[in-house]
Each structure stands twice: as structure tokens, then as C-alpha cells.
């Protein structure tokens, strides 16, 4: 089965941390996936990559960077921590090829205080 | 961005009855998902539909794709416990392979 690990379920981190919030795949997958998910929003995507080295704006990507540096490995930063950026953070995979389901990881859960 | 209306938000019902999902848009998709994600996980993909008009079944579940692939249901037969989850919809933009998300319908089925 395709796994997409990431790293923390839970996370507490203070106003103006910079934080990191790791997510790897094992099964090559091309193109990776940056989500956050609240109440009555559903989910909104911040970052994708199609690629090493590539990333691409989603639809909310003030306040967060991302890197991919390897094929299996993609990181969402958040700069500066906000209290507005507590939320469920879920990174998905996707082989290439227009049909293919999105696997996720399992979430993390970030509070900023 | 495309967007994606799911209905109703919330539903609860006993078990055994029929329940419907809608997913709806302006706009056409490529393709039309279906994930269901339980609390503390990600979601899980449970079907693609592809072809306007194509009605797929998984066990108790019926997915339908609408003719002109801009909306999409899901109708679950006689609901269990079971199938208490956050059920979203989502469509596969033509412009690339980039995912918009329906805000989820959340299902509860009571013993």
C-alpha cells in the first residue's frame, strides 16, 4: 500500500515559531500536496509540487513556504506562526496520470498559542 | 479555482435507512472522486468517475457521475454504523491534476 507519512499528529508551538511540518511518501509519487482543513471550510490547498525542486501556489499560501529537496520528501513551513494558522495540516501524494486517487497522511493537528 | 457544492452538510439517520449525497458545480471536471475520512485521519479515496453518465457501485454504495461531468452523488443502501464518516467529493480540474474539494458532507448513522 502507498504510504504518506507525516512526521507529528500533534503539534503546540508558540506565536512567531518558525515551524516545520514534515511528509513523505514511499511510492514515487510525482506530485505531492499541501491541505489544511477547518470547520465549515473543508479543505484548502496551500502548496502543491509536481516535482523536485518545483512547487506551485494553491489557493491559501500566504504565510507558508514548502521545499522539495527529494522526490519522496515534501515540507510545509509556516514562517511566522499565527494563531489563524491553528488548524488540521494533510499532505497527499498522487502518481502522474489524470485519474488517480490522492492517498493522505494521517493529519497533524497544529495549535499555535 | 473550480468550485464544488456538497449538500446536505450534516445528516443523521437511523440504521438501515437510504440516505443521497450531492456534489455540484458550474463548471465540468475531468473526473470526479469520492473520499471518506474518519475522525483523527486523512481521507481515503473510495472511487473515480470518469465518463459522463457512469454510475459505479461498491458494495452498499452508488456513485453516479452526472451527464455533463459537472455533479456528481453518492447514494448509500441501507446505512450502518459503520458508515459514520466525513464523506467529500471532489473534482480532478481539466486545466491539470489539481484536486477542489466539496466541504464534506458529515454522515452519522445511529444504532
Known amino acids: 500500500d502507498v504510504k504518506v507519512t507525516q512526521s507529528s499528529r500533534y503539534l503546540v508551538k508558540r506565536t512567531g515559531e518558525k515551524v516545520f511540518l514534515e511528509c513523505v511518501q514511499d511510492?514515487?509519487?510525482?506530485?505531492m500536496f499541501w491541505y489544511r482543513q477547518d470547520p465549515g471550510l473543508g479543505l484548502r490547498l496551500i502548496y502543491f509540487?509536481?516535482?523536485?525542486?518545483?512547487?506551485e501556489k494553491g489557493d491559501i499560501p500566504e504565510g507558508y513556504s514548502v521545499s522539495r529537496e527529494k522526490k519522496e520528501r515534501f515540507s510545509l513551513i509556516l514562517e511566522s506562526a499565527s494563531t489563524n494558522q491553528t488548524s488540521m495540516y494533510l499532505c497527499?501524494?498522487?502518481?502522474?496520470?489524470?485519474?488517480?486517487?490522492?492517498?493522505f497522511g494521517s493529519g497533524t493537528r497544529l495549535t499555535v498559542v | 479555482t473550480q468550485l464544488l457544492e456538497q449538500s446536505p452538510q450534516f445528516l443523521s439517520i437511523q440504521e438501515g435507512e437510504n440516505l443521497t449525497v450531492y456534489c455540484n458545480s458550474s463548471s465540468v471536471f475531468s473526473s470526479l472522486q469520492w473520499y471518506r475520512q474518519e475522525p483523527g485521519e486523512g481521507p481515503v479515496l473510495l472511487v473515480t468517475v470518469v465518463t459522463g453518465g457512469e454510475v459505479k457501485k461498491l458494495k452498499r454504495l452508488t456513485f453516479q457521475f452526472g451527464d455533463a461531468r459537472k455533479d456528481s452523488s453518492l447514494h448509500i443502501t441501507a446505512a450502518q454504523p459503520g458508515d459514520t464518516g466525513l464523506y467529500l467529493c471532489a473534482g480532478v480540474e481539466t486545466s491539470g491534476s489539481r484536486l477542489t474539494f466539496g466541504e464534506g458532507t458529515q454522515l452519522t448513522v445511529n444504532p
Open positions: 509540487s509536481y516535482d523536485v525542486k518545483m512547487k
Open positions: 511510492m514515487d509519487h510525482e506530485n
Open positions: 497527499a501524494s498522487r502518481g502522474a496520470g489524470t485519474f488517480g486517487g490522492y492517498t
